[in-house]
C-alpha cells in the first residue's frame, strides 16, 4: 500500500502558541518533568524550605511553594516567556552555569499546556503578587508569604493527545516522588515536604548529608555503606559507596550528581561499576549516593532536553578519577576496615550487626604490627603498595608467602585459561584429604601460627572447631562468626596474585608477544581513526594495532599474559574502551579473570581438615586483606551472629 503524497505548503512562520507547546513535547515529558523543574527554580532562588503538593498523581494538579528570594512583580510576566531567565544572560555565563536552571523555557512550555498561577512575594515587599495564564496576564495584589507558590493544574487540559500518553496515578505519582527523592538527597540542607491527595506522605528536615542519605535509601544502606570524600586537582567526589552485601536486583539506588545536578551519564556508570567488578555478582547492581564537583566550564549540561546528560571536556580523567576514588573506598571492605559490617544473615530471627560507621570500638580498629603478625613469613618480595587494589595494604607482614616465589615466572594461559608456573609450593599438610586440583595447579599452604594473650586487636577473633569442612566457627567478642575458608582464602590469594604481578611488573614496559602473522579485519571508520589517534595509548598497553587500508585494522602485537585470547574481538574491545574511557579497562578485566581463576583452584576446599593454628592464619589473613568480606564472585566470606542474636534463638532473657 502506497503512503499518500505530502500536500504542499509553503514554509511559513508558526504562530507562538505552537512553538510553545512542541518546546513543551521536550521539556514537559510527564508530571514528574514539571516538579523537576519547579523545584530546581526553588533551589535557584535560595529556598531553604520547599513543599511540593499533588493531585491524581500531578496530573490534576501541582504546587510548589518555597521561602526563597521571590519575583518582583514587574519580572513575572516575563517569567513567563520564552527564553527569559535571570540566570545567564552571555555566551560567557552559559559555558559556566552554575544554576540547576538556564534556559528559560520551563515555566513558558508549562503555561502553554497547562493552567498555571503565580504568587510571590519579594522579601521587604508589603504583600504578595501574582500572574494568571501566560506572560500576557495581568499582574494583581494578592496575599501569601515571602517566597514563590507556583500553581499548575490540569496538565495537557489543552493537548488531549499527550494526555493519552500518560501512565495511570499511582504511576505518575511513583515518577513525582522519585524526582523529590533524588533532589532531596542532593541538598540535605533543605527541608523538604511532599504531599499527595491531601496526606503527607514524606518530610525531610535539614540535616546532614549520611542521615537525609538513610532516610531516603533505608536502614540497610545505612548499615552497609562506606564514605567517600576525595580530591584531585579540580575534582572533588564524596558521598557513600554501598557495600557489594548491600547490592540489588535492580539499578534502583544509583544517585549520582554532577555539581548539584542528577544525571545518568555512561561515562560515570561504567567508572562506578568498572570499580565494582572484583567485589559484586554480574547480575546484581551496587547502591550509591555520590556528588562529583568541579569546575563548571569543565563540564557541558546543555546537551540533553531534560539536562540529565551532560558532557566532560576532559572525560577520561573524570573516569580514571571516578574508578580509583570508588575502589579505593571499596579496598578497604575488610573486618579491620570497617569493623562492624559483614555480610547479613538470611534466618530472620539473626541480624547482622548495627554498629553505624565512624562508631568503631577501639578493638576493632585497623591494628598496627603485632608480635602475632611477625611470626608469619613475609618474604621482602612480596608487594606491599595495594597493587590493583590501588587502596595501599595495611599489615603486609601478615601475609602468608605470596603463590609467585622468587625466580618464579608467568607462562602463557594454557588449557581452561588457568596461568601455570613453573614454580611449586610443596605440600604442607600431609596425610590431609585433598580434592583433585585441575593440572598443574596446586592449592596453596595456610602457614601455621600461634594464639597470642589478647584478643584486643582480632576482630575475626579465634577459631573454635571446623563445621562439615566447610565453614570456620570463630568467636569474638560480639559473638559467633562463621567463615566461609573456601571463599576467605580464594579472596587472598587473588590479592595476593595481583600485588606480586604488579610488583614484579615494577613499572617496567607492558610485556608483548608479536604475532607471526598479522591478524586483520574490517573496522569502521572511528575505529581507525582511534588506533591512528592512539598510537602511544595502544603502546603502553601492549597493543600494535595499526591501519592498512582506510577500512582495514592489523593486530601485529597483544600483551603477552592474553597471547592466547581472540585477537580481533580483544581489539575492537580496546579500541571502544581507550576511545570512550581512556586507559583500557579490558587489559585489566582479562588480567583479573586469569588471576580469578588461578585463585578460585588453588584455595582450600571443601572438606580439607584444618588444624586450629591454620584456621587462626586464614582469620588473621582475612583481617590484613582488601576487599576480605568478599570472594572474587561477590559471595561474601564471613558473617557475624551476635550473642543477642543467640539469645533470641534460644528465648533467653524472654
Avoid at 513567563?80 to 552571555?90: E, G, N, P, V
Avoid at 576511545?579 to 588471576?595: A, M, Q, T, Y
Avoid at 582450600?604 to 570472594?631: G, K, S
Amino acid at each position: 500500500m502506497n503512503a499518500p503524497a505530502p500536500t504542499h505548503r509553503p514554509i511559513q512562520q508558526l504562530p507562538d502558541q505552537l512553538i510553545s507547546q512542541i518546546a513543551a513535547g521536550e521539556v514537559v515529558e510527564r508530571p514528574s518533568a514539571v516538579v523537576k523543574e519547579l523545584l530546581e527554580n526553588a533551589l535557584d532562588a535560595g529556598a531553604t524550605q520547599v513543599t511540593v503538593r499533588l493531585e491524581e498523581g500531578g496530573v490534576k494538579r501541582i504546587a510548589i511553594t518555597d521561602n526563597g528570594r521571590g519575583i518582583p512583580p514587574e519580572e513575572l510576566p516575563l517569567a513567563l516567556a520564552r527564553h527569559a531567565t535571570s540566570k545567564i544572560a552571555s555566551l560567557t555565563d552559559l559555558e559556566n552555569v552554575n544554576t540547576l536552571g538556564f534556559r528559560g523555557e520551563a515555566l513558558a512550555s508549562i503555561a502553554s499546556v497547562a493552567a498555571v498561577k503565580i504568587t510571590s512575594r519579594t522579601q521587604g515587599a508589603a504583600h504578595a503578587w501574582e500572574i494568571v495564564g501566560s506572560h500576557q496576564g495581568t499582574v494583581s495584589p494578592s496575599s501569601g508569604p515571602f517566597g514563590t507558590t507556583i500553581d499548575v493544574q490540569d496538565l495537557y487540559f489543552n493537548t488531549p493527545a499527550r494526555r493519552k500518553f500518560l501512565k495511570s496515578e499511582q504511576t505518575e505519582y511513583g515518577h513525582c516522588a522519585e524526582v523529590v527523592r533524588r533532589i532531596a538527597l542532593a541538598r540535605p540542607d533543605v527541608s523538604f515536604s511532599l504531599t499527595h491527595n491531601g496526606r503527607t506522605i514524606d518530610h525531610w528536615n535539614t540535616s546532614e548529608s549520611a542521615k537525609r542519605s538513610a532516610q531516603i535509601l533505608g536502614g540497610d544502606f545505612a548499615e552497609a555503606r562506606l564514605q567517600l570524600d576525595e580530591s584531585a586537582g579540580p575534582l572533588r567526589l564524596h558521598g557513600y559507596v554501598g557495600l557489594p552485601t548491600a547490592s540489588k536486583a535492580r539499578a534502583d539506588s544509583q544517585y549520582f550528581y554532577v555539581n548539584g545536578r542528577f544525571v545518568r551519564d555512561k561515562l560515570l556508570v561504567h567508572a562506578v561499576k568498572a570499580a565494582y567488578e572484583d567485589v559484586l555478582h554480574g547480575d546484581r547492581f551496587p547502591s550509591y549516593v555520590l556528588a562529583l564537583e568541579l569546575d563548571p566550564a569543565m563540564v557541558d549540561v546543555n546537551v540533553h532536553p531534560s539536562k540529565i546528560e551532560v558532557r566532560f571536556r576532559d572525560s577520561r580523567a573524570v573516569h580514571q578519577f571516578v574508578f580509583h576514588a570508588v575502589q579505593r573506598a571499596l579496598a578497604r571492605t575488610s573486618a579491620t576496615a570497617h569493623g562492624d559490617t559483614p555480610a547479613p544473615v538470611s534466618a530472620a530471627e539473626i541480624t547482622p550487626s548495627s554498629t553505624s560507621l565512624g562508631d568503631t570500638p577501639s578493638w576493632r580498629r585497623p591494628h598496627e604490627q603485632t608480635s602475632f603478625g611477625s611470626q608469619l613469613a613475609s618474604p621482602a618480595w612480596t608487594s606491599g603498595s595495594g597493587g590493583g587494589g590501588g587502596g595501599g595494604s595495611r599489615a603486609s607482614s601478615t601475609f602468608s608467602p605470596s603463590p609467585f616465589p622468587p625466580g618464579s615466572r608467568w607462562d602463557a594461559p594454557t588449557g581452561a585459561g588457568v596461568p601455570q608456573r613453573t614454580s611449586d609450593y610443596g605440600a604442607l599438610f600431609t596425610g590431609t584429604p585433598k580434592p583433585a586440583q585441575p593440572p598443574g595447579v596446586q592449592e596453596a599452604p595456610l602457614p601455621e601460627t600461634t594464639r597470642p594473650a589478647s584478643d584486643d586487636d582480632f576482630p575475626l577473633g579465634f577459631a573454635l572447631a571446623q563445621l562439615h569442612g566447610i565453614y570456620v566457627l570463630a568467636q569474638n567478642r560480639k559473638g559467633l562468626v562463621l567463615v566461609d575458608m573456601h571463599a576467605a582464602h580464594e579472596r587472598i590469594l587473588y590479592e595476593q596474585l595481583k600485588n606480586a604481578l604488579d610488583a614484579q611488573a615494577g613499572g617496567e614496559q607492558m610485556q608483548v608477544q608479536q604475532m607471526l602473522i598479522p591478524v586483520t579485519f574490517f573496522a569502521d571508520a572511528i575505529e581507525v581513526g582511534t588506533a591512528q589517534e592512539e598510537q602511544e595509548t595502544l603502546k603502553a598497553l601492549g597493543f600494535d594495532i595499526a591501519a592498512v587500508s582506510p577500512a582495514t585494522l592489523a593486530v601485529r602485537a597483544v600483551p603477552t599474559l592474553l597471547k592466547n585470547a581472540d585477537a580481533q574481538t580483544l581489539a575492537r574491545d580496546v579500541l571502544r574502551d581507550v576511545r570512550e574511557f581512556g586507559g583500557s579497562r579490558v587489559l585489566i578485566e582479562r588480567r583479573n579473570e586469569l588471576l580469578g581463576t588461578l585463585a578460585c583452584h588453588t584455595a582450600v576446599r571443601a572438606n580439607r581438615i584444618l588444624t586450629q593454628p591454620e584456621m587462626n592464619a586464614l582469620l588473621r589473613q582475612m583481617e590484613a586483606t582488601e576487599r576480605a568480606d568478599q570472594c572474587n564472585h561477590g559471595r561474601p566470606t564471613w558473617v557475624q551472629l551476635e550473642i543477642a542474636a543467640l539469645d533470641k534463638l534460644f528465648l533467653r532473657g524472654q
